[in-house]
Nanobody
Framework: QVQLLQSGGGSVQAGGSLRLACAAS????????VGWFRQAPAKEREGVAY???????RYADSVKGRFSISKDVAQNTLYLQMNNLRPEDSAMYYC????????????????????????????WGQGTTVTVSS
């Protein structure tokens, strides 16, 4: 079973950048579909991005062109580079790892389905706060 430990996040002004990291132990990311969810107060949890293999990536429409997901196979670490941040990006961010088939689904990014996808994952990071001020 994989365990996930997050780092990064914090507070930044609109237009700024942050990078989140998620280090895996107990298993390699190669065996999983891995990605990021976020949840703002009083809002539904939503998928942000996922990656499978080296280059199979998907993003929520709201972050396309601004966020970039990647992983360092040697370090077994997942990253989320967030550029041009907006106040609406403020949320608790979580990395997740799940069965490979999750990376062939767009349920991550659909209202009403994202929560189910979240619960179907095999492992979750502890969460990290991102706050973007205007």
């Amino acid at each position: 079973q994989v365990q996930l430990l997050q780092s990064g996040g914090g507070s930044v002004q609109a237009g700024g950048s942050l990078r989140l990291a998620c280090a895996a132990s107990g298993n390699t990311f190669d065996n999983y579909c891995v990605g990021w969810f976020r949840q703002a107060p009083a809002k539904e949890r939503e998928g942000v991005a996922y990656i499978h293999g080296i280059s199979t990536t998907r993003y929520a429409d709201s972050v396309k062109g601004r966020f970039s997901i990647s992983k360092d196979v040697a370090q077994n670490t997942l990253y989320l580079q967030m550029n041009n941040l907006r106040p609406e990006d403020s949320a608790m961010y979580y990395c997740v790892a799940g069965a490979p088939y999750h990376c062939y689904s767009d349920s991550w990014f659909k209202r009403g389905l994202a929560e189910g996808t979240w619960h179907a994952m095999d492992a979750w990071g502890q969460g990290t706060t991102v706050t973007v001020s205007s």
